[in-house]
């Protein structure tokens, strides 16, 4: 089983639309969270940390669930620009390395 | 945020020649930087973790030999492909941390290499 585990879509959206993805880790002694984004050829940058109490910056939301080891990102009206790859980030225990997701894709179009 | 800047961009070489791949943290100390390699449409996959001043900590899988880093000071992690093959063609990217805060900080990456072995 993967460490971090991600559809890999792609997802075709509408401006406009509400798309959400969700992601799922093995080790229960993971520490912390995030999604990052990653344009084509590019590297990832992070959007957003993820904490149990849910996040909000914007229109993106974060939500973890650490029982079910269960990570999600809503995003909320998507604009062309948010077309990308994200990926869903776990750091270890030890808050040394950061485990990847292989990265849902995203398209939204017009 | 911070900059890490990574050098070469891209590069090709032949079969069997070295690639020295450089990455700098511009504005704060790194006293740990992460070497991973990315396949078209694969995740990030963590080759080493260097602590400055240290050995690097290769993963499992990873050739030591092969894959040689350096990291002499708290701004400079260098990654040598030594005798390259296609094989070893990818997408190189580093990450640098401060950890000795404590917690968790931010991790930043360098830009990128595309490295094409021919």
């Known amino acids: 089983r993967k460490e971090v585990e991600q559809d890999p879509g792609p997802f075709n959206v509408p401006e406009g639309a509400t798309v959400a993805f969700n992601c799922t880790y093995s080790?229960?002694?993971?520490?912390?969270f995030f999604w990052y984004r990653q344009d084509c050829r590019k590297e990832p940058k992070l959007l957003m940390s993820v904490y149990s109490s849910g996040n909000e910056d914007g229109r993106f939301t974060a939500q973890l669930n650490r029982a079910s080891q269960y990570i999600s990102l809503l995003i909320r009206d998507s604009k062309l620009s948010d077309s990308a790859t994200y990926l869903c980030v776990v750091e270890d225990a030890g808050f040394q390395k950061l485990v990847f997701g292989t990265g849902t894709r995203l398209l939204v179009s017009p | 945020g911070a900059v890490v800047s990574q050098h070469p961009s891209w590069v090709i070489c032949k079969s069997g020649t070295s690639v020295k791949i450089e990455c700098r943290s511009l504005?704060?100390?790194?006293?740990?930087m992460f070497w991973y390699r990315q396949f078209p449409k694969q995740s990030l996959m963590l080759m080493a973790t260097?602590?400055?001043?240290?050995?690097?900590?290769?993963e499992q899988g990873v050739e030591k030999d092969k894959f040689l880093i350096n990291h002499a000071s708290l701004t400079l992690s260098t990654l040598t492909v030594t005798s390259a093959h296609p094989e070893d063609s990818s997408f190189y990217i580093c990450?640098?941390?401060?950890?000795?805060?404590?917690?968790?900080?931010?991790?930043?990456f360098g830009q990128g290499t595309r490295l094409t072995v021919v």
């Open positions: 990450s640098a941390r401060n950890l000795e805060t404590g917690g968790h900080t931010e991790a930043f």
């Open positions: 504005d704060f100390q790194a006293t740990t």
């Open positions: 260097s602590n400055e001043g240290s050995k690097a900590t290769y």
């Open positions: 080790n229960s002694a993971s520490q912390s």
